[in-house]
């Protein structure tokens, strides 16, 4: 079969979609897109008290993402993580006093469901965090459980003499109150549900069905989701929690159907491996950090393992994947304010398996290390008066670095870290293969680039990021196309906006330069070698090598008009002539060296010849 890129990805959608229907390559609306996670209190402040809302938020949707694939101005994320956005006491929102009411300093529940209606009219889905491991100590369901009514007694974990057990990482968790002792994982402010206690499972759940259902919410991302159950010294991980969210995915599955749950499980691989199949997915902290750790130490040995256990661990694709969230320190002071490192690491998580999460600030360079409030602080718009955040002083300072790392200034500069990850989202939106493909690391003449093929029903794209700041004159290695096609092929650096040909017939050898900490995203094009169908077989150009003259001879009587077009190796085209006849003479004053000579007609069909001038 002759090569025709129309056919050819006409073919990939079939092969794809019959795929699916088998559970090889899943596709849901989550791996077609970026996520972006979002502290509301620090995005945007719209009323002037300084703290961000929902108003704020829904006034910056455009800068997320605009609902138009042809801007550059949006950073094109499709999804958003909102931190928690109940009733609560704290800053923070992690200890809810009220799961049917929004937090009235971030505005209203009008207010929350416009920007919902406003994010889905632009094409952004909007998952909020749901807090389901403990309430505050200030919700009425532990007021009354502490005063031992009778219905709400069991909603916690009540033990007069619970010994003196400690938490998984050693911590106190057992507090005293009114003569007897309640569990509380992280504090005494937020005591842990009693998953045992089956009024507690009822209202859970029909808490997660008025968001759904009532409210249209896309999901959930589920804090602490490995706590739920403790039994003895099973403090995580229980049975029961894996079984519960099983129960309470299909129950949101039946309330809002292709609604995502998304879990927090701080744990290893073979932890989180527990819950495939359970939850939709859950973030790897572990790739993150290895991938964090590849930039830091020059050295991605550990990701390129990470990622290879990807593939037992978790259904294709169906893992969420970051470089910081909002209980780190912030990458950029990770890399101690190295912007180049920052892009690299950028480059690492966005190119690979899973669906990638970037967290408020991270685009602009924000600093932030603990504790907690100094990596939530407010997001830097432009160097006008308090960041462009708000009119007012915010609830907590600004970063000093404002002034020169903030979206304003960073948009405007085409070499700006802003610019770098606008680019690779746009890249990972239109690329299919990086969204759903196949990873397979590659192995190169330097172990310090992170060299990788991601591949999906023929299409192929090759990532190298550089993890040091050395440049490398030459990283040489072999690739070959996973379909096992044959034929010289056209590279597309598609980061830096170049091409390249390769000449080779299965396997191509590649020769490329790195600078410091540069990343490449090279997809590798359809097969344009001399192919093997009658037409193309009875297309003839002599003398090859040639020397100031070519010749071009359509065999068959009858075809289509021939175009030829004649391009050096870096893809450039010299020479193009329509309608050239079915025996035509060409004069060729090019210097020695290899040429590509495309002959191709109106139906779509082409071949491609290596021309040899000497
Ligand atoms: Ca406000
Ligand atoms: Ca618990």
């Given at each position: 079969m002759f090569t025709l890129p129309g056919k050819k990805h006409i073919a990939s959608l079939l092969i794809f979609i019959s795929f699916s229907h088998f559970g090889f390559s899943q596709i849901n609306w989550w791996n077609q897109t970026t996520a972006y996670e979002i502290f509301v209190r620090s995005f945007y402040d719209s009323n002037a008290d300084g703290i961000g809302d929902f108003n704020g938020l829904t006034q910056k949707l455009d800068y997320l993402?605009?609902?138009?694939?042809?801007?550059?101005?949006?950073?094109?994320?499709g999804l958003l993580w909102l931190m928690p956005i109940n009733s609560t006491p704290s800053d923070h929102g992690y200890d809810v006093t009220n799961y049917y009411t929004v937090n009235p300093k971030y505005g209203t529940l009008n207010e929350f469901k416009t920007l919902l209606t406003q994010a889905h009219n632009r094409g952004i889905k909007v998952v909020m965090d749901l807090v389901l491991n403990h309430t505050s100590d200030q919700h009425p369901w532990f007021v009354k459980s502490a005063a031992n009514d009778p219905f709400y007694r069991n909603f916690y974990r009540w033990d007069a003499a619970p010994g003196n057990q400690t938490g998984p990482w050693g911590q106190q968790v057992w507090y005293s109150k009114n003569g007897s002792n309640y569990y509380g994982l992280f504090w005494s402010g937020m005591p842990d549900l009693n998953y045992n206690y089956q009024p507690v499972k009822d209202s859970v759940f029909a808490i997660a069905k008025y968001w759904l259902k009532e409210i249209g919410i896309d999901g959930f991302r589920l804090d602490a989701a490995m706590y739920l159950f403790e039994e003895g010294s099973i403090l995580k991980n229980h049975p029961k929690t894996i079984a519960f969210w099983k129960e309470f995915n299909d129950s949101c599955e039946s309330w809002k159907a292709n609604s995502l749950l998304v879990g927090?499980?701080?744990?290893?691989p073979a932890s989180i491996k527990l819950y495939t199949g359970k939850l939709d997915m859950c973030f790897e902290f572990n790739l993150a950090d290895a991938n964090i750790n590849a930039i830091s130490s020059g050295n991605p040995y550990n990701s390129r393992v990470t990622l290879n256990n990807t593939k037992t661990s978790y259904q294709d694709n169906q893992f969420a994947t970051f470089l910081t969230n909002h209980d780190q320190n912030r990458v950029f002071d990770v890399f101690n304010t190295n912007i180049e490192m920052n892009k690299a690491a950028a480059s690492l998580y966005l190119t690979q398996p899973g669906v990638p999460f970037l967290y408020y600030g991270e685009e602009v360079a924000m600093r932030g290390a603990k504790p907690d409030q100094y990596i939530r602080r407010p997001m830097q718009w432009s160097n006008a008066g308090n960041a462009g955040f708000s009119t007012v002083n915010p609830w907590i300072a600004l970063n000093s670095n404002y002034a020169n790392y903030n979206v304003s200034v960073m948009q405007a500069d085409p070499n700006s870290l802003w610019n770098h990850y606008q680019k690779l989202i746009k890249i990972r939106k239109q690329q299919s293969v990086l969204q759903i493909g196949t990873y397979q690391n590659i192995i190169s003449t330097h172990n310090e680039v992170h060299t990788y093929q991601r591949s999906l029903s023929g299409d192929d794209i090759l990532v190298m990021v550089n993890t040091t700041n050395t440049t490398i004159d030459t990283v040489q290695f072999v690739i070959s196309r996973s379909d096992g096609s044959v034929g010289n092929c056209k590279f597309v650096d598609l980061l830096n906006d170049t091409s390249f040909f390769v000449m080779g017939n299965g396997q191509y050898s590649i020769s490329l330069p790195l600078k410091p900490y540069q990343t490449r995203i090279i997809a590798i094009d359809y097969p344009i070698g001399i192919t093997n169908n009658e037409w193309s077989n009875n297309l003839i150009v002599y003398?090859?090598?040639?020397?100031n003259e070519i010749t071009i001879v359509q065999?068959?009587?009858?075809?289509p008009q021939l175009n030829m077009q004649l391009f050096n190796l870096k893809g450039e085209l010299l020479i193009s002539k329509e309608n050239i006849g079915d025996l035509s003479k060409h004069q060729i004053a090019l210097p020695n060296g290899i040429y590509l000579i495309k002959l191709s007609n109106e139906l779509g069909e082409y071949s491609t010849q290596k021309l040899v001038i000497n």
């Open positions: 993402n605009d609902g138009n694939a042809n801007t550059n101005s949006d950073l094109g994320v927090e499980v701080w744990d290893s003398p090859n090598p040639a020397t065999k068959l009587l009858g075809q």
